[in-house]
Each structure stands twice: as C-alpha cells, then as structure tokens.
T-cell receptor, first 114, second 115 residues
Framework: DAGITQSPRHKVTETGTPVTLRCHQT?????MYWYRQDPGHGLRLIHY???????DKGEVSDGYSVSRSKTEDFLLTLESATSSQTSVYFC?????????????FGPGTRLLVL | GESVGLHLPTLSVQEGDNSIINCAYS??????FIWYKQESGKGPQFIID?????DKRQGQRVTVLLNKTVKHLSLQIAATQPGDSAVYFC???FGSGGGADGLTFGKGTHLIIQP
C-alpha cells in the first residue's frame, strides 16, 4: 500500500456541509494525488501536489480544494458537499525515483452525500 | 476529447487459461502506460508498466504489449487463477510534467474466472 492511509474510510454527510478527507503517507514522497472513482468513469484526477504548498487542478476540480502544509499530509476539502460528489475517493503517491511515473494508491474513502 | 478506453467491459475465462485484456488509447503523445488491478473495496494495485520506447514487457505471469501504430495496449495473464478476478484498468500519462500531473484511466474491464 506504499505507506498510504486515508481517513475517514467511510463518511455519510448532508448536502451543504463541508467535508475534509485526509491522505497520509509515511515515505516522504513529493507527489501526491486525489482521484475520484464513479461507475462508468473510471478514476478521474481532482487535484495533485508536487510539494509542500504546491498544488494544481486536475480534470474534475470544481467544488474541491486541497492543501498540503507538510509532506506527509494531503487534504481534500469539499467546501459545500453536493450529491454529485458521492463517490469513492482515492489518494495516490508517485514513487520509484527520478523518471518514474508509477502511482500507488491508498485504500479509498467512500463518501455518501445525502 | 482524447481518452483511454477499453474494448470489453467484462471478460470471462476458464481457470488455467490465459487472459488477454485490451486497451485502446488515442493520444499519440502518451509515453507511459500502466496496468492496475482493483479488487472489490480496495484501491487500484500496480501490476506492470511500459514506456513508449518499448513494445513488450514481462513480469511474473503478466506481459504487457504496446502497439503504437494502432495505439493499442494489452495485458496478458498466464494461467489465470481465481485470485486474478478483479477489474483491470489501463492508464496513460502524456503530461508535460513527467507524470506529475496525473494519469488518465480507462473505464476498466471486469475479469471473471470460471472454475
């Protein structure tokens, strides 16, 4: 699992409430990613980080923000959750050294927005 | 837009047979490809990768073939076992950031192993 943990693993929330998901890694990887997975869409990139305080948008970033104040933690925030954000969220890190692009994934967080 | 796709959503094979999972990609600038396996309730697990300067790469019981002429990627699993049952995704990277800007995934193929 490349030393990646995600919390919470499951969450149920109501529309309009803020939600923060946490990704924690123990191996000092520079690059971290947040994806969402929905039936019929595979995994889609939300945001990514290439260092502390360095983040950028992915394919489906609307409604999401991220923060990375230290190397080991990458937070994903839904400022005001909507039902369309019901999904499974995966964090990933890039590992393997210079020139490697292999990404390894955490166990996921199942989010249900009612 | 350009995307990574799959030819079949479900593939059923007999235990012990070889499995071949296919993937088509449309971005000729893609230079790195990965196959992932995802079991129910778990995150995607890395299987094997290949760069665009190669056409074949082998791992333990798995082989990835890349045909850049027709933009086709395949994953071959030898002597399929019950533990191979999962959804398999191909992914590509064509970003200018050397992979920093994430992967583009296909929608997945569900591999079912019949006893």
């Amino acid at each position: 699992d490349a030393g990646i943990t995600q919390s919470p693993r499951h969450k149920v929330t109501e529309t309009g409430t803020p939600v923060t998901l946490r990704c924690h890694q123990t191996e000092n990887h520079r690059y971290m990613y947040w994806y969402r997975q929905d039936p019929g869409h595979g995994l889609r990139l939300i945001h990514y980080s290439y260092g502390v305080k360095d983040t950028d948008k992915g394919e489906v970033s609307d409604g999401y923000s991220v923060s990375r104040s230290k190397t080991e933690d990458f937070l994903l925030t839904l400022e005001s959750a909507t039902s369309s954000q019901t999904s499974v969220y995966f964090c990933a890190i890039r590992a393997g050294g210079a020139g490697s692009e292999t990404q390894y994934f955490g166990p996921g967080t199942r989010l249900l927005v009612l | 837009g350009e995307s990574v796709g799959l030819h079949l959503p479900t593939l059923s094979v007999q235990e012990g047979d070889n499995s071949i999972i296919n993937c088509a990609y449309s971005n000729s600038a893609s230079d790195y490809f990965i196959w992932y396996k995802q079991e129910s309730g778990k995150g995607p697990q890395f299987i094997i990768d290949i760069r665009s300067n190669m056409d074949k790469r082998q791992g333990q019981r798995v082989t990835v073939l890349l045909n850049k002429t027709v933009k086709h990627l395949s994953l071959q699993i030898a002597a399929t076992q019950p533990g191979d049952s999962a959804v398999y995704f191909c992914a590509e990277n064509f970003g200018s950031g050397g992979g920093a800007d994430g992967l583009t995934f296909g929608k997945g193929t569900h591999l079912i192993i019949q006893p």
